[in-house]
């Protein structure tokens, strides 16, 4: 049987390993940022956006054409990190993820020198959803999702 010291001793260690870890901002613990833009037509009504994960409820959000809202968040240490949001725009609405291990992949340096923040774009508009992992150049947009369904 594993003494009790043992077991102190080790914890001790993980537990020091991660702050000491943490305060160097090594790669596991990177700060995400997920921008929703609204790029929907001036005349049009309020953008209505309500995100969340498994353990945080971000609350709804209405955006009017051309404000954004954004949220930051720490990755989990093992990955697995999931947020998603609930969008509605006049008569429709959608869900789907707006960040995700598979998303993670393609989001961009916010400082590329240190290469531990990193920013993901959504821009909603009329016809769907845009995705880029910098914010410029508007060309670097791709669409995601339509109003009806996700696109693969």
Known sequence: MVSYKIKFSLFSFIFLLNL?????????????????????????????????SKDDNLGYKNLHSGEEYNFRFQEKFFGGTLFFCHFWWDDKNIIFDVYNDDIATFCGDLIPLEGFDYECFWKVQEDGFYFAPHRDPPSGYEKKHDWSKVLV
């Open 20 to 52: 000491i870890l943490r305060s160097c901002g090594a790669p596991f613990s990177s700060i995400r940022v997920v921008y929703i833009i609204d790029a929907l037509e001036s005349s049009s009504k309020p953008l209505t956006v309500h995100c969340q």
